[in-house]
Every structure is written in C-alpha cells, then in structure tokens.
C-alpha cells in the first residue's frame, strides 16, 4: 500500500511540473486559432447597449421586467431568427446570453451580425452575457480575448480576479447574477468564488435572485459536469430562484422551487440551448431533459410578487413553462 502511494505521489508532481513547464513554454500557442478576418466597419464597443456601473436602464426602475434568454449561440442562429424572436417579444426590455455566443475568438461574426440587425431590440436594448468555454483560448494558458471585452463590457463589481465576467446587475425587483464558470477550473477558485456568490445572494434587498453561467452545476448529459464547479457552486446556490446555463446543448430543468408550509425547496435550474447543434442527452444525468433538439429561447418575466418563465421554439411554440410565487 505505501509503494502504491508513493508511486501516485510521484505521478501527480511529474503531472504539476509537466503543467507548469508547458505553462512557462507557452504550449497553448498550438491551440490558437487563426486571425479573425480584418473589418473595417464599427468597432465591436459600439454594437452592442451594455449594462454598466454609471447608467441606470428604464428595464431597471420598472415594477416588472421582461427579457428573453438565450444559450448557446455558436454563430448558428441567422438574422431572420433574431427578427422572429423580437417580433414575438414585444415587451422584451433586456437580453440574457448564456455564452458561446460565437465561436473561438470568432467576433467578426458578431460584428456582421450586428449590423444587419442595427435598428432592432438586439441593438438597442441592454444585454447580459457571460463568456463560455468555446470563446476562450484553448490550452493550458487560456484566456478570454480582448475582443470577448470589447464586445461585452460588463459591471466592474465581481471579484477582484473575475471584472467584467463574473458581476451583478440589480433591477427594482430582481438582482440578476452573471458567473465565469470558465475561470474557476482550479481548486484554488473555490474558496473566491464560493464567497462572493454567497455574499452577492445574502445582501440583495429585491424579491428574486436568478442567475446565469455557462457550465452547469447539474449537467444535462453524463460526464459533462465539471467537479470544480459543482463544489463552487452547489450550495453557493441555493438560496437563488433560478439558475441558468447552457454548454450541454439540450433544453433540461431540475427542481421545483415550490414553497410548502414556510419550506422551500431546491431553486429550479434551467439548461439552455439555442444553436442548431443539438446534442443527444446521456443517462444518468443529474437535470431532467425536456427537449434534446433546438434552437430555443427563455421568455423570463419578473414582478414583486412573481417570477415566470416560458421556454420555447423560435416559432414561439411553448415547450415548458415554470412560474414562482414569492415565498
């Protein structure tokens, strides 16, 4: 038995040294896509309406907000898809987007997208994002890209080592939590992020608490649910109402959310997807999937009294629906 653990000892420090040889040698520059394409129109801080610290959004002083969510994109949804999901959300006064918005590094696709929607509700109205793991490098050394911030200049109040990607937005009666799941694949991250999710949930005054990320807690498909972040975040969680990710490609939820008798059960969680590259759902998973296919989209309305969401299919067919009576 102590040959056999000194032999583990001896392969996990040949694994760390290995992996901080490679860091140093900078062996992630194997993974690093080609360029983007050169473009000449706007530039990608002008293309989107951002929530930021210094401007408080009329969505963000009404008794009742609407925006629609999205998940995974993938540079698959055209411009027509996103004039039918406006014209069948007329109220929707914001936006969420779950990550992998586009592809690695791929932001000109954004950037040409943007200008044939310019004039409609995805360019005049705030959006929320968080990044995903297909937009950072690949490699031991990953990162976000530069142009991952010039497209979405997020609030500056997460965590020291997470502005920009892991933030909070308050509405009058919603606090609406953005995470990088991405930069907390360390064991390291726990203790940072477990805390100041926790902090955040505990200190908002509003009715409702809903939260987004790109990995799940909970994965939809087996083997896809990351260690770190369900130890981060498991209990961090459970005093929010709703909790969104996406990354699995299927449409999946978890819990009830009902309140019996002064008991509240687990938040519900919602996996979302709204690409074309729909993925099969494994057994013995963790999130009980609804729809394997796609593309979709979530339909989230929150008042004092009230939180509903309706999932649906970019016809505006309703595949599930949840509504949450304030405890």
Same mark, same amino acid.
């Given at each position: 038995m ?15 040294? !290995? ?13 690093i896509?080609p ?13 989107f ?49 779950? !990550? ?15 200008r ?18 297909h ?10 890209p ?43 991250d726990?203790?940072r ?8 949930i505990?200190?908002?005054w ?14 939809? &498909? ?14 961090a969680?459970q005093?929010?109402?709703?909790i969104?990710s ?6 999946? &939820?978890?819990?009830d ?15 979302m997807?709204?690409?074309?590259r729909?993925?099969t759902p494994?057994t013995?998973?963790?999130?009980d ?8 989209? !979530? ?17 505006g ?5 949840v ?5």
């Amino acid at each position: 038995m102590r040959i056999r653990t000194i032999i583990w000892l001896i392969i996990a420090v040949l694994i760390l040294a !290995g992996s901080t040889i490679l860091c140093a040698l900078r062996w992630d520059v194997w993974f690093i896509t080609p360029p983007e394409p050169a473009w000449n129109g706007d530039t990608l801080s002008t293309r989107f309406v951002t929530f930021n610290d210094s401007t408080t959004y009329t969505c963000q002083t009404t008794d009742t907000v609407t925006m629609v969510v999205l998940g995974d994109v993938h540079n698959t949804l055209t411009h027509n898809d996103y004039l039918q999901i406006a014209a069948l959300n007329p109220q929707m006064q914001c936006y969420a987007q779950l !990550g992998d918005f586009v592809e690695r590094e791929q932001f000109y696709y954004k950037q040409l997208l943007m200008r044939e929607l310019d004039g409609t509700p995805f360019t005049s109205l705030p959006i929320l994002a968080c990044p995903g793991n297909h937009e950072y490098s690949k490699g031991i050394n990953r990162r976000l890209p530069d142009s991952w911030f010039a497209s979405f200049p997020m609030p500056l109040n997460g965590p020291e080592d997470g502005l920009g990607t892991t933030y909070y937005v308050d509405f009058r009666n919603l606090r609406f939590i953005a995470i990088d799941t991405e930069d907390s694949q360390l064991l390291s991250d726990f203790t940072r992020l477990n805390a100041w999710v926790k902090q955040t949930i505990s200190t908002a005054w509003q009715p409702w608490v809903v939260v987004m990320m790109h990995r799940p807690v909970f994965a939809s &498909r087996k083997g896809r649910m990351n260690p770190t972040v369900w130890m981060s975040l498991a209990y961090a969680l459970q005093e929010a109402d709703v909790i969104f990710s996406g990354h699995d490609h299927t449409y999946a &939820r978890r819990g009830d959310g009902l309140a019996e008798d002064g008991e509240t059960h687990e938040p519900v969680w919602i996996g979302m997807t709204s690409t074309t590259r729909a993925r099969t759902p494994k057994t013995r998973s963790r999130m009980d999937t609804i729809v394997a296919g796609g593309p979709f989209y !979530g339909q989230l309305q929150v008042s004092r009294h009230e939180l509903s969401l309706r999932t649906c299919t970019l016809d505006g067919t309703c595949i599930d629906s949840v509504k949450l009576v304030e405890r």
